[in-house]
Nanobody, 116 residues
Framework: QVQLVESGGGWVQPGGSLSVSCAAS????????TGWYRQAPGKLRELVAT???????LYSDSVKGRFSISRDNARNTVYLQMDSLKSEDTAVYYC??????????WGQGTQVTVSS
């Protein structure tokens, strides 16, 4: 069983930067894929970025070049660095992990608001 807790969300002006973290209660070594999704009001939850146990990352086109995902297996933590933020990045950001036996885990979400 893995529990995920996000932190670091908040408010930032357009063009600014923000970092969010996802701390896992258990080891994420058994989780081949970890990542971030987001859901804006009235929209479906969408992929932001994922990273495998081996460090291979994948980004949605909308954040490519602006966001960076990383994973610290020793600290059981996944990070998302968000730069050059836009108003359309405003959403609740959810941490996700796909672990052994294809169990899927979600965090409770953290709000990111980009506005002037």
């Amino acid at each position: 069983q893995v529990q995920l807790v996000e932190s670091g969300g908040g408010w930032v002006q357009p063009g600014g930067s923000l970092s969010v973290s996802c701390a896992a209660s258990g080891s994420i070594l058994s989780c081949n894929s970890t990542g971030w999704y987001r859901q804006a009001p009235g929209k479906l939850r969408e992929l932001v970025a994922t990273i495998t146990r081996g460090g291979t990352s994948l980004y949605s086109d909308s954040v490519k070049g602006r966001f960076s995902i990383s994973r610290d297996n020793a600290r059981n933590t996944v990070y998302l660095q968000m730069d050059s933020l836009k108003s359309e990045d405003t959403a609740v950001y959810y941490c996700n992990a796909i672990c052994e036996q294809s169990h899927v885990y979600w965090g409770q979400g953290t709000q990111v608001t980009v506005s002037s």
